[in-house]
């Protein structure tokens, strides 16, 4: 159906079996790749402050980010929190490209574990790149926020 979105679990599937999405490198199609997820906590995450953190992409492959999830607790970690007031700036330090011209709301960029935020556009980040995120708490109060990129590795490819 028109506008449906593809989980990355049928990305995967399709791909293995030849039916690669149109944003797939040409030459990449014949390597190995796999799925896999980055991740990085910030805790705590103080009241009102700005924090970042360094995702390190491992040099044995690129990565695609197809979606992210955050989770937010309170500082005991036992109270799940709605998605509060942060903001979220998304760097490839690598590259020198941000993925926005201001840092913006995390709902942008991020759904919840039970749904999360697929990007219409998956984006590829070189073998060995860091990938920043930063956050900013809008809040007068800390809390712990847990980030995870979903996607595939693709080995032995270096994007040009």
């Given amino acids: 159906m028109a506008g449906e979105r593809t989980p990355a679990a049928a990305i995967m599937d399709g791909i293995h079996v030849g039916r690669f999405p149109w944003w797939f490198p040409l030459e990449a199609r014949q390597l190995a790749f796999d799925y896999f997820a980055y991740g990085t906590d910030f805790v705590p995450l103080g009241a009102s402050a700005t924090a970042t953190q360094s995702i390190n992409i491992l040099s044995d492959s690129a990565f695609f980010i197809t979606s992210a999830v955050l989770v937010e607790t309170d500082v005991t970690g036992l109270i799940f929190l ?79």
């Fill in 82 to 160: 709605a998605q509060a007031p942060l903001l979220a700036q998304l760097n490839d330090t690598g590259s020198g490209r941000s993925f926005s011209n201001t840092p913006i709301h995390v709902s942008n960029w991020f759904g919840t574990a039970e749904e999360p935020k697929l990007w219409d556009v998956p984006k590829l980040l070189s073998p060995g790149a860091t990938f920043q995120v930063t956050l900013q708490n809008l809040e007068a109060v800390a809390r712990h926020v847990r980030i995870a990129f979903h996607g595939f590795k693709i080995f032995g490819w270096r994007p040009r």
